[in-house]
T-cell receptor
Framework: EPEVTQTPSHQVTQMGQEVILRCVPISNHLYFYWYRQILGQKVEFLVSFYNNEISEKSEIFDDQFSVERPDGSNFTLKIRSTKLEDSAMYFC????????????FGAGTRLSVL | QKEVEQNSGPLSVPEGAIASLNCTYSDRGSQSFFWYRQYSGKSPELIMSIYSNGDKEDGRFTAQLNKASQYVSLLIRDSQPSDSATYLCAVNLNGGYQKVTFGIGTKLQVIP
């Protein structure tokens, strides 16, 4: 069964460092998303991406965040200068092609900022 | 702000019983509704989607939607210990390929 793949599963970084979280969406999907979940809190939307551009972003997705689809398979989230409060689970999701916005989630990357 | 509200629980039910999970949403224009299951430390896993008023059944799961009351629920029949997880209600506006907004989730505990 097709699935969304995320790497790494756990990323530890120092405050102020840049991190790149990687995702391989389901191959025939056209819409890609990043969400995050701080421990004990709701899953929160960060950004959606379609046709090589951002289609929607939340207030959380400020200038320190960026997304890119560098090739035909990968979808990345970059955090330029990490803060302690960026520590969370980051989930990539994808959807599309069937007229129904059913989003399938990857296993997530746990980001720990020290 | 558009919200999705759930009781965080925990909701405890004995094995074999029916678990009833509820969710309300604030935006009357919402078109698509989802239930995800999330085990501790894992990602959300889609259980059910529902788009029109009424009931939708899939195995032991039944989703119910009442747009007039802005209410969606999930029933789990013959609850099993393996159903113990957090159940996330998620709502999408306009039916398009937009974000989904999640509730905090209801933690379900099925007692053997």
């Amino acid at each position: 069964e097709p699935e969304v793949t995320q790497t790494p599963s756990h990323q530890v970084t120092q405050m102020g460092q840049e991190v790149i979280l990687r995702c391989v969406p389901i191959s025939n999907h056209l819409y890609f998303y990043w969400y995050r979940q701080i421990l004990g809190q709701k899953v929160e939307f960060l950004v959606s991406f379609y046709n090589n551009e951002i289609s929607e972003k939340s207030e959380i997705f400020d200038d320190q965040f960026s997304v890119e689809r560098p090739d035909g398979s990968n979808f990345t989230l970059k955090i330029r200068s990490t803060k302690l409060e960026d520590s969370a689970m980051y989930f990539c999701a994808s959807s599309g092609g069937q007229g129904l916005n059913i989003q399938y989630f990857g296993a997530g990357t746990r980001l720990s900022v020290l | 702000q558009k919200e999705v509200e759930q009781n965080s629980g925990p909701l405890s039910v004995p094995e074999g019983a029916i678990a009833s999970l509820n969710c309300t949403y604030s935006d009357r224009g919402s078109q698509s509704f989802f239930w995800y299951r999330q085990y501790s430390g894992k990602s959300p896993e889609l259980i059910m989607s529902i788009y029109s008023n009424g009931d939708k059944e899939d195995g032991r799961f039944t989703a119910q939607l009442n747009k007039a009351s802005q209410y969606v629920s999930l029933l789990i029949r013959d609850s099993q210990p393996s159903d113990s997880a957090t159940y996330l209600c998620a709502v999408n506006l306009n039916g398009g390929y937009q974000k989904v907004t999640f509730g905090i989730g209801t933690k379900l505990q099925v007692i053997p």
